[in-house]
């Protein structure tokens, strides 16, 4: 693996351009039979976006149906990081939100040329300057970034607006 600034920097638009690209493909136009599942409905409707979280680099939200991948680290990374990143969220998408990083994701991962790996190395990523995150404890799903560490509270007790079922009792305050 070549260092991220030995790479090409990574180019907004295209990126963007190639991963509807990549989700019409993979989810939106795939045959049954690719997807190996009847369930076609749940690989429908995907859509992309740019979102402005600092330091998790792509995110799947299943229930809005949206890849989203963030600004700030494609800008500061490499075209093939983020292209891997977008695969990562598709296998996602097609391993379905209980295969976490398991064997079934790293499956689909392999299958849409996505790097089999949970995380980028350190080395690898430019993180921007979040220190703190509020993220989910079993997924390590990212809800909120800050820069200095928020007013001290019980997060097992807190949950997101519109998520309260999936959301309470599994969230942590973590140093990153
Ligand atoms: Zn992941």
């Not at 030995?6 to 045959?31: F, G, V």
């Not at 992309?48 to 949206?66: E, I, L, S």
């Not at 209980?98 to 190395?121: I, S």
């Given at each position: 693996?070549?260092?991220?600034t030995t790479e090409k920097l990574a180019d907004l638009k295209s990126i963007e351009n190639w991963a509807k690209n990549k989700i019409y493909i993979l989810l939106q136009s795939a045959p049954i039979s690719k997807l190996e599942n009847t369930n076609v409905a749940r690989f429908r409707g995907w859509k992309f976006k740019w979102d402005n979280a600092k330091v998790r680099f792509g995110c799947c939200n299943?229930?809005?149906?949206?890849?989203?991948?963030?600004?700030?680290l494609t800008e500061r990374n490499s075209e093939g990081q983020a292209k891997d990143t977008v695969l990562h969220e598709i296998a996602h998408v097609l391993a379905g939100s209980n295969a976490g990083h398991g064997p079934?994701?790293?499956?689909?991962?392999?299958?849409?040329?996505?790097?089999?790996?949970?995380?980028?190395?350190?080395?690898?990523?430019?993180?921007?300057?979040?220190?703190?995150?509020?993220?989910?404890?079993?997924?390590?799903?990212?809800?909120?970034?800050?820069?200095?560490?928020?007013?001290?509270?019980?997060?097992?007790?807190?949950?997101?607006?519109?998520?309260?079922?999936?959301?309470l009792g599994r969230m942590v305050l973590e140093k990153v």
């Amino acid at each position: 693996m070549t260092s991220a600034t030995t790479e090409k920097l990574a180019d907004l638009k295209s990126i963007e351009n190639w991963a509807k690209n990549k989700i019409y493909i993979l989810l939106q136009s795939a045959p049954i039979s690719k997807l190996e599942n009847t369930n076609v409905a749940r690989f429908r409707g995907w859509k992309f976006k740019w979102d402005n979280a600092k330091v998790r680099f792509g995110c799947c939200n299943y229930r809005t149906k949206t890849i989203s991948l963030s600004r700030e680290l494609t800008e500061r990374n490499s075209e093939g990081q983020a292209k891997d990143t977008v695969l990562h969220e598709i296998a996602h998408v097609l391993a379905g939100s209980n295969a976490g990083h398991g064997p079934l994701w790293k499956e689909w991962a392999v299958k849409v040329g996505a790097r089999p790996e949970q995380y980028y190395r350190a080395d690898e990523v430019k993180p921007v300057d979040a220190k703190w995150v509020v993220k989910d404890n079993f997924t390590g799903e990212i809800f909120a970034e800050y820069v200095r560490r928020p007013k001290s509270r019980d997060w097992s007790k807190a949950w997101i607006r519109g998520r309260k079922n999936e959301t309470l009792g599994r969230m942590v305050l973590e140093k990153v």
